[in-house]
């Protein structure tokens, strides 16, 4: 650094050596002092405030080693602010510049372990196959899911609870199902004579044989049957042997389609169990009384004898 010297003398209005004496005594008041031969400010104290005068080696030391002038990348940079937000590259003309990417989009690298590109291409670029039914468009709900005609994905017309209902098979539906004996839906009853079960049937089939009739009469409203056996010859008053069926009767009355002789003409059954007079049934002129209401499920068979 070149040092100027001044004529301090030169335009002065009074003393040069007062006004050099009074500029002495304020540079001692800096920590320095004046070399009267050379007129140098030396041993000056580092300065502190923006005004304040400074040796040459500080200077020197203070300028050691930086950039007279900033150049390179950075010349983009030096005096105005990026835009904000930004992902940072090197332009066309090897300088910092601010890209299109934002700082948010930048962040979305976060975790990638290998080139995107690579990746990108190691995905199919198209669905194809069975999926192409599914891929823009939902399913019609809870339903059951199987392949179409074409191969394809698609839905059935068995709905999920449905499927469920599979749950627990060990085999073979169809198979088990084979194994099954054909359901009756016949109803049996049972035929008895003077209260003896001759056997279960699907149906009575009544024969009239010499001096006999039968009157058969289909009673809907009671789910019976009535038959009235008629003996004719032998004079006197005739007697008659009857069969009445009772059945869906919940009921602790049957009301008979005539009156019997007496009690002891009467024989109750329910279903093959001989039901004893007195005990668990009475007779009241052509009511039967049980002590207890009958099961609507029972099948009940009155066999008695009136006289004409």
Known sequence: MAWTYVDITNGTTSDAGSQVNALAADIKTWGGNVDG???????????????????KGYVDTATAGKQDTITGAATTITSVDLTIDRALISNGSGKVAVSAVTATELGYLSGVSAALQTQLDAKQATITGAATTIDDADLTIDRALISSGAGKVAVSAVTAT????????TSAIQTQLDAKATADTNCRVAIKKNG??????????????????????????????????????????????????????AVATLTLAAAPINQAHVIVHIGATFQLPGTSWTLDGSDIDFSFTLDASSTVTVEYWTSA
Not at 162 to 169: K, R
Not at 197 to 218: M, Q, S
């Open 37 to 55: 031969n050379s007129f140098l400010l030396q041993n000056l104290a580092a300065p502190s405030a923006s005004g304040d005068a400074a040796r």
């Open 162 to 169: 449905e499927l469920g209902y599979v749950g627990g098979v």
């Open 196 to 249: 003896t079960l001759v056997a279960t049937r699907r149906g009575i089939n009544l024969i009239e044989g010499t001096n006999v009739t039968l009157t058969v009469a289909d009673d809907s409203g009671n789910e019976e049957v009535d038959v009235t056996i008629t003996a004719a010859g032998g004079g006197g008053s005739s007697i008659t042997r009857n069969v009445q069926l009772f059945t869906g009767s």
